[in-house]
């Protein structure tokens, strides 16, 4: 399929708008985290340009600057973004991203992960852009050896899903040394929240996420929430993991830009708080704030889960500037419950 200017979506303004501002392709730019980072990048004065295949993404998640349609592996489409306007970085969000998927289904993780990264890369550096973020994920890891988790420890993922993401991180470092290409790996621990004007916010059809699950609960879509496995070296049994806020997640992109933006060279940083929570955590937490009941059932737990994810997450403080300002459990769980009840999409 060939890309025409006449299948672009403006959101708010005009082009000749964008001629004088910083164009960034979002790869995935109307699914979670791409559509609050699309949101981010615009009120810091840049222009986005999504490229969602809205398999998973939603178009009225796009709130900001250009939305072109169509899947990453069209070569051809991906062209013409490039030959359209200069493109000075790419925030590459799109891919699989469902750990139980990917236990089950690992050929969609390799062809579609690691397969359009390889198309994705390929174009953008013909073009000459050579700035690039990746969304990574502390699923590289596998299991811990330590906690918490800084950047330095060793990466061996006990699922498909994490280890697509390692192979991407690896062929970034080669690709800087042969090719000149400059990239921030972005590895996230558990996203969470939704936007403070609940404008933005969770849509997973079926919905996966701990935090969503429970909301459903509350609000009596879903009977009950499984508390998958009770019988982890934790100190309550249930799983523990390090939330992050969506919006904490996209203000990192911005910093990880003006990182490569300034000559800085390729990095890799955890986004995470430091602090882990358990799922009975969560699910108490949760309770309160919705006050409502959320009864809950032991099933045994998911394959390829650590225990334990908690990031350390000094790198980025230090070298980005980065603090998670809503990454507190009140504020991740009372803006996606907003969402919830009043959601768009
Ligand atoms: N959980 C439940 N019941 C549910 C849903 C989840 O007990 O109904 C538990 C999970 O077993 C896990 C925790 O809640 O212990 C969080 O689960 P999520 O599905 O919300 O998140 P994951 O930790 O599985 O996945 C997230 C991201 C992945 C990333 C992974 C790294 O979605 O992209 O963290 O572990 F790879």
Redesign the pocket.
């Known amino acids: 399929m060939c890309f025409t200017s006449a299948m672009w979506r403006r959101v708010l303004l005009g082009s000749s708008y964008f001629d004088f501002m910083t164009s960034i392709l979002v790869t995935g730019g109307a699914g979670y985290i791409g559509c609050h980072t699309v949101r981010e990048l615009a009120r810091s004065g840049y222009h986005p340009i999504s490229l969602d295949n809205l398999s998973e993404g939603h178009r009225e998640a796009v709130l900001e600057g250009d939305l072109a349609t169509g899947d990453l592996s069209d070569e051809a489409l991906l062209e013409s973004i490039f030959q359209d306007q200069p493109v000075d970085a790419v925030m590459h969000f799109a891919s699989r991203?469902?750990?139980?998927e990917s236990m089950e289904n690992p050929r969609l993780y390799y062809e579609q992960n690691v397969g359009n990264a390889l198309v994705l890369l390929r174009v953008m550096l013909s073009h000459g852009v050579k700035k690039f973020i990746l969304s990574s994920?502390?699923?590289t890891y596998g299991n811990p050896e330590r906690v918490p988790i800084d950047e330095t420890h060793p990466q061996n993922p006990i699922?498909s899903?994490?280890e697509s993401k390692l192979f991407i991180e690896r062929m970034l470092k080669h690709y800087d040394r042969a090719y000149g290409l400059r990239s921030v790996s972005l590895r996230?621990?558990?996203?969470a929240g939704a936007s403070l004007d609940a404008q933005l916010g969770e849509s997973h059809h079926p919905e996966?996420?701990?935090?969503p699950?429970?909301l459903k609960v509350a609000k009596g879509e879903l009977e009950k929430?499984?508390?998958?496995?009770d019988d982890y070296p934790t100190h309550d049994g249930?799983?523990?993991?390090d939330y992050i806020h969506v919006l904490d997640l996209a203000s990192a992109h911005i910093a990880a830009y003006r990182w490569l933006s300034e000559g800085q060279g390729s990095e890799v940083f955890n986004l995470g708080t430091g602090q882990g929570h358990s799922?009975k955590q969560?699910v108490t937490a949760a309770g309160q704030i919705t006050e409502q009941e959320i009864p809950v059932e032991v099933s045994p737990?998911?394959a390829g889960?650590?225990p334990q994810?908690v990031a350390n997450p000094r790198r980025a403080n230090q070298l980005l500037g980065w603090w998670p300002k809503y990454s507190d459990l009140e504020t991740m769980i009372s803006t996606a419950w907003a969402w919830e009840q009043k959601r768009r999409y």
Do not use: E
């Open positions: 991203c469902y750990v139980r994920t502390c699923a699922n899903y994490g996230y621990f558990n996203a996966t996420h701990l935090i699950r429970i929430l499984q508390i998958f496995g249930s799983c523990i993991r799922v969560v737990g998911r889960d650590p994810l």
